[in-house]
T-cell receptor
Framework: SQTIHQWPATLVQPVGSPLSLECTVE??????LYWYRQAAGRGLQLLFY??????ISSEVPQNLSASRPQDRQFILSSKKLLLSDSGFYLC?????????????FGPGTRLTVL | AQTVTQSQPEMSVQEAETVTLSCTYD???????LFWYKQPPSRQMILVIR??????QNATENRFSVNFQKAAKSFSLKISDSQLGDTAMYFC?????????????FGKGTKLTVNP
């Protein structure tokens, strides 16, 4: 079965510090991968998605970047964190037509920027 | 661009009763999927139910059912026999076919509290 991992689970970082969040998927190949951010009391905002290695699409201009160095690895980064980067970050992959395009989500990373 | 609106930021229901959460969406597409996701306090996103737009029959999963009104662009979720474990944020989401780069658009969510 497919599983999706995210780490770290929680992170507290000072303003101006770098960031690296990692997402890995097991049990599938060539998945579409997604990064979402959920601010307090809000819905999910799509940040980036990737349809393959090295292929990144950005949905909103921001302080963050994403990379996909391997088929089942998706990384969210920042060179200098802002207070507004605080939130709950979710990685997801899409199951494809066989699972009616259901998106499966990782457990998330809670990021607090102080 | 597609938008999803959930007009009820918070709702509450007594255990064992029925509650309906509202969702409307805006699209010019004819083929698409609709989803309801549940996010309990653990914050894990869990799929509750899905609906393909080309299907007229409303989807049902145990105590969860939808009322899909395609012409009205409405997709409400009914929870019957509410249980304490149903307490969570509920998100309505829309996905259009996009040739391999499908993306979900989420509403802002409804916080549901089931009271004992």
């Amino acid at each position: 079965s497919q599983t999706i991992h995210q780490w770290p689970a929680t992170l507290v970082q000072p303003v101006g510090s770098p960031l690296s969040l990692e997402c890995t998927v097991e049990g599938t190949s060539n998945p579409n991968l997604y990064w979402y951010r959920q601010a307090a009391g809000r819905g999910l905002q799509l940040l980036f998605y990737s349809v393959g290695i090295g292929q990144i699409s950005s949905e909103v201009p921001q302080n963050l970047s994403a990379s996909r160095p391997q088929d089942r690895q998706f990384i969210l980064s920042s060179k200098k964190l802002l207070l507004s980067d605080s939130g709950f970050y979710l990685c997801a992959w899409i199951g494809g037509l066989s699972s009616y395009n259901e998106q499966f989500f990782g457990p998330g990373t809670r990021l607090t920027v102080l | 661009a597609q938008t999803v609106t959930q007009s009820q930021p918070e709702m509450s229901v007594q255990e064992a009763e029925t509650v309906t959460l509202s969702c409307t969406y805006d699209t010019s597409e004819n083929n698409y999927y609709l989803f309801w996701y549940k996010q309990p306090p653990s914050r894990q996103m869990i799929l509750v139910i899905r609906q393909e737009a080309y299907k007229q029959q409303n989807a049902t999963e145990n105590r969860f059912s939808v009322n899909f009104q395609k012409a009205a662009k409405s997709f409400s979720l009914k929870i019957s026999d509410s249980q304490l474990g149903d307490t969570a944020m509920y998100f309505c989401a829309f996905m259009k076919f996009q040739g391999g780069s499908e993306k979900l658009v989420f509403g802002k969510g409804t916080k549901l509290t089931v009271n004992p």
